[in-house]
Structure formats: C-alpha cells, structure tokens
C-alpha cells in the first residue's frame, strides 16, 4: 500500500525558514514526479514545485528562488526547502505522486500526503 507521510511544518515569522519532508513508501517502482502543492484556507490547490526521478526541478513563480526542492532516492523522501518566507505562504502544504509524469494539475496525481501546516506571520 502506497503510503506518503510528511514532516517538518510549524509557525515562523516572515523571513525565516522551514523544510518539508515527504516520505514515500509502499511502491513496487519508484515514482516518475514527486511534487508539492499548497491549500490556503478558502482557496484552491495549488502547485509549489516538483521534482522528476532524473533530478529536473520546476517552481511555481511565487516561490521561485525562495524554495528549493530535492530528494533522497535511498530514503524515498522529497524535501522541500522554504526560505524568506512570507505571509502568503501560510497553507497546508502537501506531496503527492505521479508513475509517468509530472504535471502541475492537482487532479493528476493519485497519491497524496496528509498535509503539513506552515503558519508565516507578519
């Protein structure tokens, strides 16, 4: 049974920093994309970055240069990296899995994570 699990969110203050951790268990082969999304309250899904089997990386305008995005493939686990973060951060931030590609459609990916809060305060 596919199972993704995260850690690593909390509250900070703009400006500072968090590291997201996704880990992937469960699978027979080693998923294509790794990804994560953000929720804020009232708003829909949206794509943050993700991160191909080969390494190849891709972010969101909103968090480009801000975040970074990498992977353990030893581990089965994904980081996602957040610096100078600001109020509009602020979300449920979740991972999510893809066999054969990557996309930056919510409804493209089968398997998620429960999600982790990150607070940003002003």
């Known amino acids: 049974q596919v199972q993704l699990v995260e850690f690593g969110g909390g509250s900070v203050q703009a400006g500072g920093s968090l590291r997201l951790s996704c880990a992937a268990s469960?699978?027979?082969?080693?998923?294509?994309?790794m990804a994560w999304f953000r929720q804020a309250a009232g708003k829909q899904r949206e794509w943050v970055s993700y991160?191909?089997?080969?390494?190849?990386?891709n972010y969101a305008v909103s968090v480009k240069g801000r975040f970074t995005i990498s992977k353990d493939n030893s581990k089965g686990t994904v980081y996602l990296q957040m610096n100078s973060l600001k109020p509009e951060d602020t979300g449920m931030y979740y991972c999510?899995?893809?066999?054969?590609?990557?996309?930056?459609?919510?409804?493209?990916?089968?398997?998620w994570g429960q999600g982790s809060r990150v607070n940003v305060s002003a």
């Open positions: 999510a899995t893809h066999t054969t590609r990557c996309s930056t459609f919510p409804p493209d990916y089968t398997y």
């Open positions: 469960g699978y027979t082969t080693r998923p294509y994309c």
């Open positions: 991160i191909t089997t080969y390494g190849t990386t």
